[in-house]
Every structure is written in C-alpha cells, then in structure tokens.
C-alpha cells in the first residue's frame, strides 16, 4: 500500500503508522529520486562542463584590492587582458564605485589601463581607504 503523505517536489512516500510500506514503493521512489538528480545533472544549461571551466579559466582573470585612500593606486599583474571591469564591494555601481576599460581605447573616470594591458592604475572613489574592490578582466 502507498504512504498516506506524499513529498511535495518528487512525491516520494511519507509513511504514517498505520501505513504498510512495500517493495515496490521505495523502488519507485529510488526511480523519481534517480531521474530528478540525472536530469539535474545532465541539464548543460545550468552546469558548466570540464571544457568550460577550462576555457573560462583560460579567458577570465579576478583581482581583490583594498583601497588605501592615497591619490591613485597602481596594480600590476604577470599576465596581459584586453578588458578590465572594476566594482566596489557593497556600493552602487553608480557614483564612480565602478569602471570599464579597454587596452588601447581607454577606460571610465577613474581607472586608466596600461597599454601592454599588464596592469591598471585607479584613483578617486576606486580607491577609497578600506573599501574592497573586486576586479574582473577579460583576456
């Protein structure tokens, strides 16, 4: 005989006392269990494959910096981008808490990129003193 209850997402069985549990009920069970979690995990556009991660590794680079309050601050890296996105941790992306640049075409107020794109310089509300910055470039 089936539960009396049922789960709400997968309709698993959710026995009371009086219920008689069977074979076949944890089966079934173990089936919807089974195809729910396949489906999930097999779904390609909610998960990123190895191949994927390999390549956004391979295109994107991520910085942190806290700002130290002086007139500009410059960073420089080991490795070249062509695109480079700066963002303040817990401000708006208005107010000069953010910036874009392009190596060659230059960069919003505040953040100017070098031309080997090998590093960036930022000043103003992009280096305020103890604000975390996260940096997002784009090789």
Request: aromatic share 8%; proline share 1%; no cysteine.
């Amino acid at each position: 005989m089936p539960s009396t209850n049922k789960t709400t997402n997968l309709k698993l069985n959710q026995w009371v006392e009086t219920d008689r549990p069977m074979r076949n009920d944890f089966n079934s069970d173990n089936l919807a269990i089974d195809t729910a979690i396949g489906n999930h995990v097999n779904n390609s556009a909610i998960h990123v494959t190895a191949e994927e991660k390999r390549y956004l590794k391979d295109l994107l680079m991520t910085y942190i910096y806290t700002g130290t309050g002086e007139a500009s601050k410059t960073v420089t890296l080991t490795e070249s981008f062509r695109y480079i996105a700066v963002f303040a941790s817990g401000k708006v992306l208005s107010g000069g808490y953010s910036a874009m640049g392009y190596v060659g075409l230059g960069a919003s107020v505040g953040l100017s990129v070098s031309a080997s794109g090998k590093g960036f310089t930022v000043s103003g509300s992009l280096n305020e003193n103890g604000v975390q910055y996260k940096v997002v470039m784009i090789k």
